[in-house]
């Protein structure tokens, strides 16, 4: 369904993707772990063009771009077939909670209101929000917030739907909610590829797990074989520090 190969990207002197390849298929659950400053972020924002690689392919089922020969149609197809969550929450602070959720059905899918009110009251239903519709940014919590971000986003019906590390920003007690919304989600059957620090939440709800160190694919593999059994070494080091902070 998704694939990207040989991604570079450098941000001044920095070369932070060196060479990503990666695949993804309908339905898969992909968690990325891997140290901070490694590109994680980098590499979902490459998806949708919000960060610009230098080099390298993507294909998103028929559509194909070379990123060194940028194509404005690619980008918009592939960005209307994707949804992305955001480490600090996306949403829109002088609009209602239905407001955020309704924005992009109104906005980019040139839907009625009618219709987007709708679509945004079913998925608050699914994220445990139908009692804050009306409320303001202002008046929720971080995992209020945050399920609001996930709300909009499962509103347009993404094919892949990216998360960033969505539960970083939260209070520990927080966190909880957010990731019982994310499981949900991602056991919907939605593909799904997810930066998180949360290893144990990730060996339960991924199928594979994609490891990424100093701007490349360092390691993947099943759950079973990147926490059981890491054979390299970079990634047995940096689980053993994962756990030793927790
Ligand atoms: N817009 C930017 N401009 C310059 N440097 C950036 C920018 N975004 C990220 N970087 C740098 O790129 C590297 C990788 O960042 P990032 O993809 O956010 O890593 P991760 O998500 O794995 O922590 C870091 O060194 C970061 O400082
Ligand atoms: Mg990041």
Do not use: W
């Amino acid at each position: 369904m998704l694939e990207i190969k040989n991604l570079k990207l450098s941000y001044g002197n920095t070369q932070v993707l060196n060479g990503v390849d990666l695949s993804v298929n309908r339905g898969d659950v992909v968690s990325i772990i891997g140290p901070s400053g490694t590109g994680k972020t980098t590499l979902l924002k490459c998806i949708n063009y919000l960060a610009r690689p230098a080099s390298g392919t993507i294909a998103f089922d028929q559509v194909r771009m070379d990123y060194r020969k940028p194509d404005n149609t690619a980008v918009q197809a592939i960005r209307l077939r994707t949804a992305m969550v955001f480490q600090q929450f996306n949403v829109f602070k002088n609009m209602t909670v239905i407001q955020n959720v309704m924005d992009p059905l109104v906005v980019v899918q040139r839907k009625s209101k009618d219709e987007a009110r709708s679509i945004a009251l079913q998925e608050l239903e699914r994220v445990g929000l139908s009692n804050k519709i009306d409320s303001y940014p202002s008046q929720l919590s971080g995992g209020q917030l945050q399920r609001t971000g996930i709300a909009r986003a499962l509103a347009v019906k993404p094919d892949v739907m990216l998360f960033d590390e969505p539960t970083s920003s939260l209070d520990p007690e927080l966190v909880g909610e957010v990731l019982k919304v994310i499981r949900d989600v991602t056991s919907s059957g939605i593909t799904s590829l997810l930066v998180t620090h949360e290893m144990q939440f990730a060996k339960n709800i991924s199928n594979r797990i994609v490891f990424m160190d100093r701007g490349v694919v360092a390691a993947q593999g099943s759950p079973a074989e990147i926490f059981d059994t890491p054979s390299n070494p970079r990634l047995a080091q940096f689980l053993s520090s994962e756990h030793s902070i927790q």
